[in-house]
């Protein structure tokens, strides 16, 4: 597990006193790529507050891009989402 770097931090809006743990990553394509980071948020207590999903995914044949991120709470619930898509 690694600190996540600045621009995740600052796209997910992590106060400067938490910590952004990247805990997960995982690569996958075929006629297409699919990336997805996964992280954990603690506060400077040391408490989990939060779980974040990172992806990257690309069709080749279908000619779109997706990128997105949702936030959630340590429990899984879903507390915000930004889906971004693209076409060609």
């Known amino acids: 597990m690694s600190e996540a ?3 995740t931090r600052e ?3 992590v ?3 938490h910590r952004l743990v990247q805990t ?3 690569q996958s394509g075929h ?3 699919y990336e997805k980071w996964t992280y954990d948020q603690y506060d400077a207590a040391g408490q989990l507050v939060a779980r974040y999903e990172e992806w990257d995914e690309v069709s080749v ?3 779109w891009a997706q ?3 949702r936030k959630l709470s340590p429990q899984g ?3 915000k989402e930004h889906v971004a898509r693209d076409t060609k």
């Open 24 to 26: 997960g990553y995982k």
């Open 31 to 33: 006629l297409g790529q």
């Open 5 to 7: 770097d600045s621009s």
């Open 67 to 69: 990128r997105g991120w």
């Open 77 to 79: 619930a879903v507390l």
């Open 61 to 63: 044949g279908a000619g």
């Open 15 to 17: 106060p400067a006193d």
């Open 11 to 13: 796209a997910f809006s």
